[in-house]
């Protein structure tokens, strides 16, 4: 990844306090071939990100047909999050997206736009909504919107 993509998700991360720590696991994406299958890349990712996810964890899909969530909204499940006291293992799909197994699999999905964003800036882009999120559930000034 480049530098600011680095820079940028640890700058988040490292703001979460422990109880809210971020942990990032990439997956390797399936090697592509000529006249390759899509629905085979999504299967051999799925088996990757499967054997990634912790034992025990609430999985959250990140899907572009998934719910979008004000601010104020995921500081809330932020907050039902911490409360159940599962790890949260929040899903990002390769170029062609989650798989529908992992879409089964997902408790919940979440959309964090309707519009499609590359896989570097979707990492800071969750990082640092995780982080104005935990913000407003702490009464930091972070978070100023209205």
């Not at 990100?49 to 969530?69: N, Q, R, T, Y």
């Not at 004000?70 to 039902?80: I, K, N, P, V």
Request: glycine content about 8%.
């Amino acid at each position: 990844m480049p530098d600011w993509v680095e820079q940028g998700y640890a700058e988040y991360a490292r703001r979460l306090p422990p109880e809210c720590a971020l942990q990032l696991h990439e997956i390797e994406p399936a090697r592509r071939v000529k006249n390759g299958s899509v629905a085979r890349y999504k299967d051999e990712e799925a088996e990757r990100i499967f054997k990634a996810i912790p034992k025990g964890a609430a999985v959250i899909a990140l899907d572009g047909s998934g719910e979008a969530w004000s601010t104020e909204r995921l500081a809330q499940t932020l907050e039902d999050w911490l409360a159940d006291g599962r790890d949260r293992a929040l899903l990002v799909g390769g170029p062609d997206g989650l798989d529908p197994r992992c879409l089964a699999r997902a408790e919940q999905r979440w959309s964090l736009s309707r519009l499609t964003f590359p896989h570097p800036l979707v990492r800071v882009i969750l990082a640092e909504q995780l982080y104005r999120a935990w913000s407003l559930t702490r009464g930091h000034p972070y978070h100023r919107g209205g």
